[in-house]
């Protein structure tokens, strides 16, 4: 079975564009979290959603939103971009809402806002 | 609120030696803890996890954690490192939920000859 999916892998965007990145999470998964790696530090919780809704959230501004689909796959969507906003963003699928013991990462996707 | 700290940024060890990678938390209840490792450019890796149990767990590639309640405390430890764990290595800290994992800033393990 593949694992956590996400793509594109590189990314390159200028301030104040918009950016989707996209999540297949694993086969089975029901939720799908999102995270935020700055270079240097260890990744910050974005966001988790679970039967299509938003259940949990970090501390983001409302210009970070996300959508998740009939089949479980799911959508970053990052506005008004700031150079601030480069980073890896890593995807992570478990089976149920809030199953951390069970939760896997994705390899991410590497945004840098010029 | 939770939070993990690393208090090692950067680690020196030799091929052979043992190595200890220091995590500690601050969580309301009792935590879920978790070490991770990421090579560069790459996602991170669940090492081990600590739920409940047995305070000392064992995870892949030879690594086992302690978790010591009456310090907060989570170490990583590893009697004989290779040259292929140099890495970033990720303490993290959860409680199930909605609320996702709570990470610490990383330590950088580089591995002498």
């Known amino acids: 079975d593949a694992g956590v999916t996400q793509s594109p892998t590189h990314l390159i965007k200028t301030r104040g564009q918009h950016v989707t990145l996209r999540c297949s999470p694993i086969s089975g998964h029901k939720s799908v979290s999102w995270y935020q790696q700055v270079l240097g530090q260890g990744p910050q919780f974005i966001f988790q959603?679970?039967?299509?809704?938003?259940?949990g959230r970090g501390n983001f501004p409302d210009r970070f939103s996300a959508r998740q689909f009939p089949n479980y796959s799911s959508e970053l969507n990052v506005n008004a971009l700031l150079l601030g906003d480069s980073a890896l963003y890593l995807c992570?699928?478990?089976?149920?809402?809030?199953?951390?013991?069970?939760?896997?990462f994705g390899s991410g996707t590497q945004l840098s806002v010029l | 609120a939770q939070s993990v700290t690393q208090p090692d940024i950067h680690i020196t060890v030799s091929e052979g030696a043992s190595l200890e990678l220091r995590c500690n938390y601050s969580y309301g209840a009792t935590p879920y803890l978790f070490w991770y490792v990421q090579s560069p450019g790459q996602g991170l890796q669940l090492l081990l996890k600590y739920f409940s149990g047995d305070t000392l767990v064992q995870g892949i590639k030879g690594f086992e954690a302690e978790f010591k309640r009456s310090q907060s405390s989570f170490n990583l430890r590893k009697p004989s490192v290779h040259w292929s764990d140099a890495a970033e290595y990720f303490c993290a800290v959860g409680g199930g939920g909605a609320d996702g994992l709570t990470f610490g800033k990383g330590t950088h393990l580089i591995i002498q000859p």
């Open positions: 959603y679970y039967e299509k809704e938003e259940r």
């Open positions: 992570a699928s478990s089976p149920d809402m809030g199953m951390v013991e069970k939760l896997f």
